[in-house]
């Protein structure tokens, strides 16, 4: 059996019942790991909730929030967090030391394509009942998370099976394909979203809502930016990211310490929070990256992990991203152990519960859309004026309490969007590391950084992770990552 079908149990489900009044998309999910009938997308409600697993599953398996994220690997396996705990993954990950069976880094691979299984369902499903009320809704969404899923599959593996059918059977032999290829199946499906999909924000039922819990065009839109942007398509990023920015009215820049909150004008999207997994970075929560306030780091905890000095020393004087996101804490001085500082991402910083929430895990922002457009028209040499790259930059420096930036060049403009997406983005869903490598800047950091962390030598096929094992022994046409 392939990676595809190994995460497939071939029976038939029941229907569930009608979604009724349920608010969130979390609180009625559909099974994802089975084989649907044809009638589960027989009605509006049964649609919603076969997507709604998927949904539930991005959240509770904690692939976007916790310390098992895209945020908490990347930034473990790059430079932006200091380990000092003893959990052997998070070793493994902080000495860039990752394998087929070290550093949990196969996970995704398998969590990923299991879900996509879901949405591939659902997308045939959902294709063949033309009596849905909001069909354009349902598959919109499906077309959406696919590519969302393949983006990520992409950044962490490279090259990747592209699965377009729930059929298994036709699954188990696929090799993977060129990420070029990747990009492109991406920006297919989301031009399907963005073709489908409202500006407007729906809920299970169908309903307008002012809950951003579930993609809109606009998600697409800022999905599809960022692909062009990664696959260096300037023209394109800078027109997708200017429809956020210029073409709606809804998405504002508000206060540092409301950015985050489930009705922030910011968000674009992003998934709700459920059960033990609230928010990725709250002080005294169970994801806490430090054991608790005013303890000291140490080999006792898993979960001892700070921000490293790196990343704490980029921020300029003054910066209110600083002041508003960066927590620190300071452990007495302790028999022959003196006091100590230690710095915590604190992004997240609401309580709420898994029956109101008060956070989003937030995916898509504006702030990444003005930092998207900067780059593009930097790329493509407008600088200055109504148009310019320099006014995207400011923009985002102004709601960060600093000056207008000082360059004027082109390479020193394209310097200070890293810059800014380094503390602007720090700690979201492994930006930093993504960022380094596709411009080119990971080889040279990490050759020098890697020996000052521990590990050993850092080689250039570390930049993406490696496979199962048992799915390359399942599946003859599937090769494992290159350096692996």
């Known amino acids: 059996?392939?990676?595809?079908?190994r995460s497939i149990c071939p029976i038939l489900f029941l229907l569930l019942l009608a979604l009724g009044g349920c608010k969130k998309y979390l609180d009625v999910p559909l099974p994802v790991n089975v084989i649907a009938s044809e009638s589960v997308f027989g009605n509006d409600q049964t649609c919603a909730a076969a997507l709604n697993s998927v949904y539930f599953n991005l959240v509770n398996q904690g692939y976007f929030?916790?310390?098992?994220?895209?945020?908490?690997d990347l930034g473990l396996?790059?430079?932006?967090?200091t380990n000092y705990g003893i959990n052997i993954n998070f070793k493994a990950l902080y000495v860039d030391a990752v394998g087929p069976t070290a550093g949990g880094v196969t996970t995704f691979w398998t969590s990923f394509y299991s879900q996509l299984y879901g949405v591939n369902q659902a997308i045939q499903g959902i294709q063949a009942n033309n009596a849905l009320t909001y069909k354009n809704q349902w598959l919109g969404e499906a077309y959406f998370l696919r590519g969302l899923l393949y983006f990520y599959l992409t950044s962490l593996y490279g090259d990747v099976p592209i699965v377009l059918t729930p059929d298994y059977l036709t699954n188990n032999s696929l090799a993977r394909n060129p990420q070029a290829d990747v990009y492109k199946q991406i920006i297919t499906d989301l031009k399907q979203a963005q073709s489908l999909l409202s500006d407007q924000y729906h809920d299970n039922n169908g309903a307008v809502t002012t809950?951003?819990?579930?993609?809109?065009?606009?998600?697409?839109?800022?999905?599809?930016a960022r692909t062009y942007l990664y696959t260096k398509d300037w023209t394109d990023a800078e027109v997708q990211a200017d429809s956020v920015i210029a073409d709606n009215t809804d998405y504002q820049l508000p206060a540092l310490n409301t950015v985050f909150l489930m009705k922030s004008p910011e968000i674009i999207w992003?998934?709700?929070?459920?059960?033990?997994l609230l928010y990725p970075y709250q002080v005294t929560d169970a994801l806490i990256f430090s054991p608790a306030p005013g303890t000291q780091p140490g080999a006792t905890s898993g979960y001892a992990v700070t921000m490293s000095d790196s990343l704490k020393n980029t921020f300029e004087p003054g910066d209110l991203r600083y002041t508003n996101w960066v927590y620190i804490d300071t452990v007495p001085a302790s028999g022959s152990t003196p006091q100590a500082i230690y710095y915590f991402p604190h992004k997240y910083q609401a309580k709420g519960t898994f029956s109101a929430p008060q956070e989003s895990i937030v995916m898509f922002r504006l702030a990444e859309q003005y930092l998207i457009r900067a780059e593009a028209r930097a790329q493509l040499n407008k600088l200055s004026g109504s148009d310019g790259a320099i006014g995207d930059i400011n923009t985002v420096r102004t709601r960060a309490g600093l000056a207008p930036t000082t360059a004027t060049l082109q390479n020193d403009v394209?310097?200070?969007?890293q810059?800014?997406?380094?503390?602007?983005?720090?700690?979201?869903?492994g930006h930093r590391f993504l960022d380094l490598r596709r411009t080119g800047a990971l080889d040279a950091l990490m050759t020098t950084l890697v020996p000052l962390k521990g590990g050993a030598a850092w080689v250039s096929t570390m930049a993406y992770w490696p496979i199962p094992v048992t799915d390359i022994q399942n599946d003859p046409s599937l090769k494992q990552t290159p350096g692996y």
């Not at 929030?65 to 908490?72: M, R, V």
């Not at 396996?77 to 967090?81: L, Q």
């Not at 809950?211 to 599809?224: E, I, S, V, Y």
């Not at 394209?414 to 969007?417: D, G, H, M, Q, V």
């Open 270 to 276: 992003g998934l709700t929070p459920t059960g033990s």
């Open 1 to 5: 059996m392939s990676f595809i079908s």
């Open 77 to 81: 396996y790059g430079d932006e967090m």
């Open 65 to 72: 929030a916790g310390t098992t994220s895209t945020t908490f």
């Open 419 to 429: 810059h800014e997406r380094r503390v602007e983005l720090f700690c979201e869903e």
């Open 211 to 224: 809950d951003r819990g579930r993609p809109n065009r606009m998600a697409a839109t800022a999905l599809l």
């Open 414 to 417: 394209l310097s200070a969007i």
